[in-house]
């Protein structure tokens, strides 16, 4: 596992300028990119390369809290790609963010995943609950569960 402390980021909605018929990063993520650099140096993060699949938790300062949690997120996917920490932000396969506490605005764990750990595994009471709504459902549309569960699969 890695851990990357980084400044808070600016806003998705922040990060890109038109000029023209050109679409360049603005000021204040060119700025952030930078102290992100210094950070990352300063704290002579461990830095390792994930192939594939990754699950990445991110926490922000609440402290610093401005707009909204999922405005902040791109950025930082973003930034671990130009790291060379993953090879294609696509990859990620859960992301966990959340306010909190983050020395420096941001608390970044990533590591590489198994498929097999992303299987969703349910209660028995939660298996029984779907039941229900498939019958639910089945009985909505006039047709038998057998049928229903045909169409889903196909």
């Keep these: 596992m890695l851990k990357l402390d980084l400044p ?5 909605n922040a990060i890109w300028r038109s000029l023209g018929k050109r679409v360049v990063r603005s000021r204040r993520y060119r700025e952030w ?3 992100a650099d210094a950070l990352t140096l300063f704290t002579r993060a461990k ?7 990754f699950e990445v ?4 300062d609440a402290s610093r809290r401005a707009g909204d949690l999922d405005n902040r997120l791109k950025p930082i996917l973003d930034y671990l790609q130009r790291l060379g920490i993953v090879q294609d ?4 396969q859960r992301l966990t963010a959340s306010w909190g506490t983050a020395e420096h605005g941001c608390r970044v764990r990533v590591w590489a995943v198994d498929e097999r750990d992303l299987a969703l ?3 028995p009471e939660e298996s029984a609950m779907a039941d229900r709504a498939l019958e639910r459902w089945a ?9 229903l569960e045909q169409r889903l699969a196909a």
Aim: aromatic letters at 2%; a negative charge.
């Design 57 to 60: 938790e991110i926490v922000l």
């Design 89 to 92: 932000d696509a990859l990620c």
């Design 139 to 147: 009985q909505q549309l006039g047709i038998s569960l057998d049928e």
């Design 33 to 35: 990119l930078d102290e």
């Design 8 to 12: 808070l980021p600016p806003s998705t």
């Design 47 to 53: 830095l390792s390369r994930i192939d594939g699949a």
């Design 121 to 123: 595994e349910f209660s």
